[in-house]
């Protein structure tokens, strides 16, 4: 029985996906009207760009779709079809599914786009599986453009909604290089959730945006394009991906091409502008986007409110974000004016030709009194919540239990604390340590009604974990499932599999990893490399690598640099330089440059396998990457310049110490102080003094042995003056460039 709650009544105006009428080649575009239907068929057809007409069809309500059909002898399959399309207009999803899986041929378009519809309009985890599994069908058969421009949309629409946003992102791509122009809101929901995600989120959401939008600059006429033009909520999509990346000029961009284009920003456009101000460490401008709002007579809103707390909140300014709390519980309408005062600072003109452009008001800050407030605004929950955030990241666990009996006491029934609250609490004392008083108040929770969720439970979950408590994480799994009825997610796995790591137990890790993946949860990159962790401190690159190949082979994960950096750990753990080498030389083919931990990694298992001649080599090519060059010299091709850590250096200086590659310690030595790392001089001199003390002191070395160490035996007067032990530069300058004309290339090994 199909259970999916019925869609909403057909309108023939409020369609956000209407069916795809005409077909016609780009060069070939020309207005028609909204009945008529062409369909043109082909053997190969060439790529072409849909136009789509408004019509009466409504893809969002499969019971009000029109389609386009063509005329069949009647068959048994044309009585297949006819069955299965009279089940879907009854919207019997169930019985049609069941019917379309005894199918043996395929069914035809009408009733393909159809089912895949009803079934993404559902928007459940079995649904959209389905649905999938008729994509993967007519993609292995070649047949994906039986499908119309509405199902793939609405399908792309679930599949972001679901999490599975590559995915979505994938269709999208696909529906362009088909020639289909997606509506609006479907791209524009994939674009908001890439923008939103991690890793090259962001970027996939400009680039896909840009792709999208380059086709629809191709037809003159704009309102054959109408449905997929960029609207407001499309815009505020793709400039959040501009602020999550902090990229000014390319939010300035897109904002003026929204503004040309009639798409008007609203209140949650200069929200985004808020998150952009906070990224590039503009906080004097944080008021002037609170001004330009009351300025344009835009509705203020609560999130306005909150997006500034949570500002001020990151820039660690808890001094402002208490100021604009009380004033808001004070009833007070002169918000702007407060921050003005507090605002007197200004941290320079960081590109400030930019922001004179998205906020005007700024420039003449001086010439015009702060607006007020349309009206005052109490904080609610989510205020006080973002607050309590403040005082827990900076260790204040007694303020934010104190706001907490206050929030309590309040009377608006909107600022009374909620499930966000309570696990804000709780996770500022798993922080501090406190694991028994935040089980009190998990306890608390459930005495007065506010259930705990999964995000409660896992922040406890941590807790145990680091003070290696893994049998009270272990139980606080069971009663999570056993008495709440909370399935634990990929989160909670992966805090038990890095428990696992932290108590040297690389069985358990592989045991939680496995039960992860039978339960049908979805590994995420965390996941992968956490494991990798596991074996390789446990010494097992092998398998390390196995499951670094299984992340590979996972379309849902992007290998990023920290896997890499994991692979190549667990080989230098062995000592197994050629190896790791050859890992690096891979993470290079496929585009990543080794990093700071990559080359600390190495540095280790150089020292590991006493190669000193490795550490050469790897010195050569640190040195190389921390010059700064000149902007001419930089090509895309070129890594990006290195600023070494303490570890590295320290490590690489104690190879060549012990190598008596003092020549090769020196340049290390002045690298550490240049980038302000003091370096253990007393370390190096308890090994010079334990190696290297009676070097040179042989009175029965022939001359010629003399004269080719000479040039090690510079080197070395010129580090034992260094470390301030006797030598032959008493007493005059030194230098370690060649004397007398003596010039010396490197340490030999």
């Given at each position: 029985?199909?259970?999916?709650?019925?869609?909403?009544?057909?309108?023939?105006?409020?369609?956000?996906?209407?069916?795809?009428?005409?077909?016609?080649?780009?060069?070939?575009?020309?207005?028609?009207?909204?009945?008529?239907?062409?369909?043109?068929?082909?053997?190969?057809?060439?790529?072409?760009?849909?136009?789509?007409?408004?019509?009466?069809?409504?893809?969002?309500?499969?019971?009000?779709?029109?389609?386009?059909?063509?005329?069949?002898?009647?068959?048994?399959?044309?009585?297949?079809?006819?069955?299965?399309?009279?089940?879907?207009?009854?919207?019997?999803?169930?019985?049609?599914?069941?019917?379309?899986?005894?199918?043996?041929?395929?069914?035809?378009?009408?009733?393909?786009?159809?089912?895949?519809?009803?079934?993404?309009?559902?928007?459940?985890?079995?649904?959209?599986?389905?649905?999938?599994?008729?994509?993967?069908?007519?993609?292995?058969?070649?047949?994906?453009?039986?499908?119309?421009?509405?199902?793939?949309?609405?399908?792309?629409?679930?599949?972001?909604?679901?999490?599975?946003?590559?995915?979505?992102?994938?269709?999208?791509?696909?529906?362009?290089?088909?020639?289909?122009?997606?509506?609006?809101?479907?791209?524009?929901?994939?674009?908001?959730?890439?923008?939103?995600?991690?890793?090259?989120?962001?970027?996939?959401?400009?680039?896909?945006?840009?792709?999208?939008?380059?086709?629809?600059?191709?037809?003159?006429?704009?309102?054959?394009?109408?449905?997929?033009?960029?609207?407001?909520?499309?815009?505020?999509?793709?400039?959040?991906?501009?602020?999550?990346?902090?990229?000014?000029?390319?939010?300035?961009?897109?904002?003026?091409?929204?503004?040309?284009?009639?798409?008007?920003?609203?209140?949650?456009?200069?929200?985004?502008?808020?998150?952009?101000c906070a990224r590039v460490d503009r906080k004097d401008l944080l008021v002037f986007v609170l001004e330009r709002i009351?300025?344009?007579?835009?509705?203020?809103?609560?999130?306005?409110?909150?997006?500034?707390?949570?500002?001020?909140?990151?820039?660690?300014?808890?001094?402002?974000?208490?100021?604009?709390?009380?004033?808001?519980?004070?009833?007070?309408?002169?918000?702007?004016?407060?921050?003005?005062?507090?605002?007197?600072?200004?941290?320079?003109?960081?590109?400030?030709?930019?922001?004179?452009?998205?906020?005007?008001?700024?420039?003449?800050?001086?010439?015009?009194?702060?607006?007020?407030?349309?009206?005052?605004?109490?904080?609610?929950?989510?205020?006080?919540?973002?607050?309590?955030?403040?005082?827990?990241?900076?260790?204040?666990?007694?303020?934010?239990?104190?706001?907490?009996?206050?929030?309590?006491?309040?009377?608006?029934?909107?600022?009374?604390?909620?499930?966000?609250?309570?696990?804000?609490?709780?996770?500022?004392?798993?922080?501090?340590?406190?694991?028994?008083?935040?089980?009190?108040?998990?306890?608390?929770?459930?005495?007065?009604?506010?259930?705990?969720?999964?995000?409660?439970?896992?922040?406890?979950?941590?807790?145990?974990?680091?003070?290696?408590?893994?049998?009270?994480?272990?139980?606080?799994?069971?009663?999570?499932?056993?008495?709440?009825?909370?399935?634990?997610?990929?989160?909670?796995?992966?805090?038990?599999?890095?428990?696992?790591?932290?108590?040297?137990?690389?069985?358990?890790?592989?045991?939680?990893?496995?039960?992860?993946?039978?339960?049908?949860?979805?590994?995420?990159?965390?996941?992968?490399?956490?494991?990798?962790?596991?074996?390789?401190?446990?010494?097992?690159?092998?398998?390390?690598?196995?499951?670094?190949?299984?992340?590979?082979?996972?379309?849902?994960?992007?290998?990023?640099?920290?896997?890499?950096?994991?692979?190549?750990?667990?080989?230098?753990?062995?000592?197994?330089?050629?190896?790791?080498?050859?890992?690096?030389?891979?993470?290079?083919?496929?585009?990543?440059?080794?990093?700071?931990?990559?080359?600390?990694?190495?540095?280790?298992?150089?020292?590991?396998?006493?190669?000193?001649?490795?550490?050469?080599?790897?010195?050569?090519?640190?040195?190389?990457?921390?010059?700064?060059?000149?902007?001419?010299?930089?090509?895309?091709?070129?890594?990006?310049?290195?600023?070494?850590?303490?570890?590295?250096?320290?490590?690489?200086?104690?190879?060549?110490?012990?190598?008596?590659?003092?020549?090769?310690?020196?340049?290390?030595?002045?690298?550490?102080?240049?980038?302000?790392?003091?370096?253990?001089?007393?370390?190096?001199?308890?090994?010079?003094?334990?190696?290297?003390?009676?070097?040179?002191?042989?009175?029965?070395?022939?001359?010629?042995?003399?004269?080719?160490?000479?040039?090690?035996?510079?080197?070395?007067?010129?580090?034992?003056?260094?470390?301030?032990?006797?030598?032959?530069?008493?007493?005059?300058?030194?230098?370690?460039?060649?004397?007398?004309?003596?010039?010396?290339?490197?340490?030999?090994?």
């Amino acid at each position: 029985m199909n259970t999916a709650k019925p869609p909403p009544p057909p309108s023939s105006t409020s369609s956000p996906f209407p069916i795809l009428q005409t077909l016609t080649p780009l060069h070939r575009v020309s207005p028609l009207p909204s009945s008529t239907i062409i369909t043109t068929f082909t053997s190969k057809p060439p790529r072409q760009f849909v136009v789509l007409v408004q019509s009466t069809a409504d893809h969002t309500n499969p019971t009000s779709v029109s389609f386009i059909t063509t005329t069949t002898a009647t068959t048994p399959h044309h009585s297949l079809n006819q069955t299965l399309l009279t089940l879907l207009r009854q919207r019997k999803t169930e019985e049609a599914w069941l019917t379309y899986v005894q199918c043996t041929q395929l069914p035809n378009p009408t009733c393909l786009s159809r089912l895949v519809s009803q079934l993404s309009y559902q928007n459940t985890h079995q649904a959209l599986t389905r649905a999938q599994s008729i994509i993967q069908r007519l993609r292995n058969e070649r047949q994906l453009h039986r499908l119309d421009a509405n199902s793939l949309g609405l399908l792309a629409v679930s599949a972001a909604k679901a999490g599975h946003t590559l995915y979505a992102a994938s269709l999208i791509k696909s529906m362009l290089r088909s020639g289909y122009l997606p509506h609006v809101k479907a791209w524009s929901a994939v674009v908001s959730r890439l923008a939103a995600s991690g890793d090259d989120g962001p970027l996939e959401a400009l680039k896909l945006f840009d792709s999208v939008t380059r086709r629809i600059h191709r037809f003159t006429d704009a309102t054959l394009v109408a449905d997929s033009r960029p609207d407001t909520a499309a815009y505020n999509a793709v400039l959040n991906a501009c602020a999550n990346l902090g990229d000014t000029k390319r939010f300035l961009q897109v904002f003026e091409e929204m503004t040309q284009l009639g798409a008007e920003p609203d209140v949650l456009t200069y929200n985004v502008m808020i998150k952009l101000c906070a990224r590039v460490d503009r906080k004097d401008l944080l008021v002037f986007v609170l001004e330009r709002i009351l300025d344009k007579g835009i509705q203020l809103c609560m999130t306005t409110l909150h997006s500034l707390v949570a500002a001020y909140v990151g820039f660690g300014d808890l001094e402002t974000a208490e100021k604009l709390v009380q004033a808001m519980r004070e009833g007070r309408q002169d918000l702007c004016k407060i921050l003005r005062d507090v605002n007197s600072e200004n941290p320079g003109n960081n590109e400030g030709y930019i922001f004179d452009k998205l906020l005007p008001n700024s420039v003449e800050r001086n010439n015009s009194e702060p607006p007020l407030l349309p009206k005052a605004y109490a904080p609610d929950s989510r205020i006080y919540t973002t607050l309590m955030k403040g005082y827990m990241k900076e260790g204040r666990v007694t303020d934010t239990v104190r706001m907490l009996e206050a929030m309590r006491h309040q009377d608006d029934s909107t600022s009374q604390p909620d499930h966000v609250t309570y696990t804000t609490v709780v996770s500022a004392l798993v922080k501090a340590g406190s694991m028994d008083r935040a089980r009190q108040v998990l306890a608390e929770m459930t005495r007065i009604g506010v259930p705990a969720n999964r995000v409660t439970y896992n922040i406890l979950l941590k807790g145990y974990c680091e003070q290696l408590q893994i049998d009270k994480a272990k139980e606080l799994v069971r009663e999570m499932v056993d008495d709440e009825g909370i399935v634990p997610d990929v989160v909670s796995y992966n805090t038990l599999i890095d428990g696992c790591i932290l108590v040297d137990d690389s069985a358990g890790a592989l045991a939680y990893f496995n039960e992860m993946r039978a339960r049908g949860i979805a590994p995420t990159k965390i996941s992968y490399t956490t494991l990798m962790k596991a074996f390789a401190l446990s010494g097992q690159p092998k398998l390390a690598n196995k499951v670094f190949d299984e992340m590979l082979r996972d379309p849902r994960v992007k290998v990023d640099l920290v896997a890499w950096n994991m692979l190549v750990e667990a080989h230098c753990r062995l000592g197994l330089v050629e190896e790791a080498k050859k890992t690096v030389q891979r993470m290079r083919e496929n585009g990543f440059y080794p990093n700071v931990a990559t080359y600390g990694s190495l540095a280790n298992g150089i020292a590991l396998a006493r190669k000193p001649g490795e550490a050469l080599l790897l010195w050569n090519e640190v040195k190389e990457r921390c010059v700064v060059k000149e902007e001419g010299e930089i090509s895309k091709s070129s890594p990006p310049p290195l600023k070494p850590d303490e570890g590295l250096l320290d490590t690489l200086a104690d190879i060549c110490v012990r190598a008596a590659f003092f020549r090769k310690a020196l340049e290390i030595v002045a690298c550490m102080e240049e980038n302000g790392i003091p370096p253990n001089k007393s370390k190096y001199t308890r090994i010079y003094v334990e190696m290297h003390s009676r070097m040179f002191t042989s009175k029965h070395a022939s001359k010629a042995r003399q004269d080719r160490r000479s040039e090690r035996k510079r080197a070395a007067e010129a580090f034992k003056f260094w470390l301030g032990l006797p030598n032959s530069y008493y007493g005059s300058e030194w230098r370690l460039e060649p004397i007398d004309g003596d010039d010396y290339a490197s340490d030999s090994v």
